[in-house]
């Protein structure tokens, strides 16, 4: 049950879009649809904003987006705003019926 | 409201143990999966153990197998952490974690957290 690769930290200017990968293996990402993504502001627990790879809970923005290709997932913020400024963690369900998190990035809205 | 307010962190020696709870309130608790999750401050995310609505399947991170145990009272609302062989590195900040809808892999609704130090 190795953690998911998500690069360190990403960066934009506010109104371009950033993607924050997350690279897995067969055993998790690339082996079920059940890729989550979360964020998580500075003293705050995280909010689920993607699940089943590429759907959104009642109430996300639509600026987020998901998808999957082979075994690794990405995130898509488009617009990006003040707000978005957060940590972001992707998360997978994994074989033996676990679940696996990334190591988190860190969104930087320059 | 949605409420999930863990207890029972403290400090321990290695080799110790602990009991968690986590009294929900605000939702149909027996009809929820419910996580622990555990995150040092200003580290990432990691995943511990979860327990279906019924109790009829629970699973654990490979790293706490063996030596935390999981479960719930679902006449109590209350989730349970039981930690045993507690090791250095299970030191950590403790969230009690609530399933999103009917779907085993994903959480929507945090507690604040019980932190749990193993030092000698």
């Known amino acids: 049950q190795s953690a998911l690769t998500q690069p360190a930290s990403v960066s934009g200017s506010p109104g371009q879009s950033i993607t924050i990968s997350c690279t897995g293996t067969?055993?998790?990402?690339?082996?079920?649809?059940?890729v989550s993504w979360y964020q998580q502001h500075p003293g705050k627990g995280p909010k689920l904003i993607i699940y089943d790879v590429s759907k959104r809970p009642s109430g996300v923005s639509n600026r987020f987006s998901g998808s999957k290709f082979d075994n690794t997932a990405s995130l898509t913020v488009s617009g990006l705003q003040a707000e978005d400024e957060a940590d972001y963690y992707c998360s997978s369900y994994s074989s033996s019926s676990t679940v696996v998190f990334g190591g988190g990035t860190k969104l930087t809205v320059l | 409201e949605v409420q999930l307010v863990e207890s029972g962190g403290g400090l321990v020696q290695p080799g110790g143990s602990l009991r968690l709870s986590c009294a929900t309130s605000g939702f149909t608790f027996s009809s929820c999966w419910m996580h622990w999750v555990r995150q040092a401050p200003g580290k990432g995310l990691v995943w511990v153990s979860r327990i279906k609505s019924d109790g009829s399947s629970i699973s654990y991170a490979d790293s706490v197998k063996g030596r935390f145990t999981i479960s719930r009272d679902n006449a109590k609302n209350t989730l349970y952490l039981e930690m045993n062989s507690l090791r250095v590195e299970d030191t950590d900040v403790y969230y009690c974690?609530?399933?999103?809808?009917?779907?085993?892999?994903?959480?929507?609704?945090w507690g604040k957290g019980t932190t749990v130090t193993v030092s000698s």
């Open positions: 974690v609530r399933g999103f809808s009917a779907y085993a892999a994903y959480m929507d609704v």
């Open positions: 067969s055993s998790d990402v690339g082996g079920y649809n059940y």
